[in-house]
């Protein structure tokens, strides 16, 4: 296995987050990973510089080689992928991607590669979206979804899709667990895996400024304490 796919039940729900923390997980265990984020929108401006904020934070855990690419298409606006592209008049290539993807395999293990927005976004249009660049790259995903209300629903139906699109589910990662969860809570982890016949493979804690700490080692060691890095690899 040369890669694996990081999605979610939509955005917002810490892929960014995940991605860094597998990173700096699998690193520890002596396993040459990188981050890899293909397509970035809601680009951030520094000085003179676009830059992908994502790619930010994997810099945390992360430090990229010389010319080493982390990102192969970026874009200012913040809307799906299809339509950012679309007004940037830079349409997504796939083949871009693969290239890239093919290039940061020839000089590491594993390649942690973080999609955009939910599963379901289209990368160029209805036929063409994050489900078919997955086949492409021919690699696994991870399902990251939150503890809160709504979670049965948003990741039953990710996974579903995900089924339906003959994709192959290494696990689903909880993000965002409360150090005091109510019973609404603690019953959902165990009925995500009943809805979605798919093992919840880590839960990781919730931190205030989660993104401004997650450089600290402490910080770090608490979110993959509870992460099966072996159910990922197996």
């Known amino acids: 296995m040369s890669g694996i796919f990081i999605t979610g039940t939509s955005t917002n729900v810490g892929k960014t987050i995940i991605t860094t923390c597998l990173t700096y997980a699998f690193r520890k265990r ?11 929108c809601g680009a951030i401006i520094e000085g ?16 990229p080689q010389e010319n080493e690419q982390l990102n192969s298409f970026l ?14 008049g830079n349409p997504i290539n796939p083949e871009v991607i693969k290239r890239d993807y093919q290039v940061l395999q020839e000089s590491h293990e594993l390649i942690l590669v973080e999609g955009a927005g939910g599963l379901a976004v289209p990368l160029i249009d209805e036929l063409y979206g ?47 667990y409360p150090e005091n969860p109510s019973e609404g809570v603690k019953d959902n982890l165990t009925m995500i895996e009943k809805t979605t016949s798919i093992p919840v493979i880590g839960i990781v804690p919730h931190f205030d400024n989660v993104e401004a ?13 509870e992460i099966d890095l072996n159910k990922l690899l197996d």
């Open 130 to 176: 994050t489900p078919e660049l997955i086949k492409d790259l021919n690699i696994p995903i991870v399902i990251v979804t939150q503890a809160n209300v709504g979670t049965l629903n948003a990741t039953s139906m990710t996974a579903h899709y995900a089924q339906s699109k003959g994709l192959n589910i290494k696990g689903i990662i909880i993000n965002g």
């Open 48 to 63: 003179e510089e676009w830059l992908a904020p994502d790619v930010e934070l994997y810099r945390k855990v992360y430090n």
């Open 213 to 225: 700490r997650i450089g600290e080692k402490e910080v770090l060691e608490e979110l993959i304490k």
């Open 30 to 40: 002596n396993l040459d990973a990188v981050p890899y984020k293909p397509v970035q």
């Open 75 to 88: 874009y200012e606006p913040r809307f799906s992928p299809h339509f950012a592209a679309q007004l940037a």
